[in-house]
């Protein structure tokens, strides 16, 4: 949530705004439906147990069987606050670059067909140059 | 911890220091005292729910029904370490800016009475500005 | 895992890189072997409940009394990226520094012979002097 909400503030003052995601946050960028990939029975397994895009995302440290995370969406609809995947389209749209990290992919046997439309791979290099390069620049 | 400890350490040694407090880092900001402010249901729910103020925050991964919390408190008191209360007071002491943020506030009913005294309220905007000027900027 | 593959990528790319471990973050730089030191009963605690070392640090959120941290282990011998252990070696090697945070050394009571060689001790105007020179600063 805070990685969207600053990104889209920050597109929304003018700066160019890349957003670079390993391991875990790899899966907030993945379709909501399965995508028919071949995959070991581990890669299977792990993709099985990780949450398939924003929607399934937990929200909340207290998360108690959902309900912590049903209450935060029910919160946010009711103030208008646009939803986790409100915010990914939104960050696309104004043009936010999403990379999601080659290495982190591999490893939990992620694949291209699996993630959003719009998401470029890229490794450490690519990002150590945009952070050099960049204003401000956050590890969330 | 490390959030204060690096603020002071960044007082000492005449920098000027902002400190933003999003989502469940509100908790932290909190009188440890019931403030009577109008709520609604869930909103009442959700400030139970959560810890009200430095006391009440759980100081280790390892809580263990707060056995973990508690022998760290009893290890920096013996060590002459502050507590984290104390920090938070040097901080305002100091001239650390401490700003809440007003969509976590308004997201988790949050009221202005129920903070400490000397917090401001500021948005994504307030906060790039600073980061932006900033040498040095972390996300905790 | 984040913070050695960015740093090896930044070594790689002629960064001089500079590490700091806090709190948890110290257990990393432990030797895996138990060391003969003077410890009072409550750091003698401390010490025997937090993993003692990178081979025994849990690598996954989804822990499930070790199976996943067993399962990426499995995951990145198959895809040859190198172990964490590996990559502290590796940072080593390359000449990134490693800070040990003297205050969380108090607090918990680790003594200097129990961590790896190589590793340095220092404090937070320390690290602010090198985080004020660096291009990129990251709390992980």
Do not use: H
Request: hydrophobic share 50%; proline share 2%; with cysteine.
């Amino acid at each position: 949530m805070a990685t969207f909400i600053i990104a889209s503030g920050a597109t929304a003052m003018g700066s160019q705004v890349t957003l670079f995601f390993t391991f875990w946050g790899l899966n907030l960028l993945r379709r909501s439906n399965a995508v028919p990939v071949k995959k070991t029975i581990i890669e299977r397994m792990f993709g099985w147990m990780m949450p398939r895009g924003a929607e399934r995302t937990r929200l909340s440290q207290m998360n108690m069987l959902g309900m912590g995370t049903r209450m935060i969406k029910g919160i946010m609809k009711a103030k208008q606050v646009p939803s986790l995947s409100e915010l990914i389209d939104n960050a696309r749209q104004n043009g936010v670059r999403l990379v999601a990290c080659a290495m982190s992919m591999d490893l939990m046997g992620i694949k291209r067909e699996e993630l959003i439309d719009g998401v470029e791979e890229g490794g450490v290099a690519m990002y150590l140059d945009q952070a050099e390069a960049a204003g401000v620049n956050l590890f969330i």
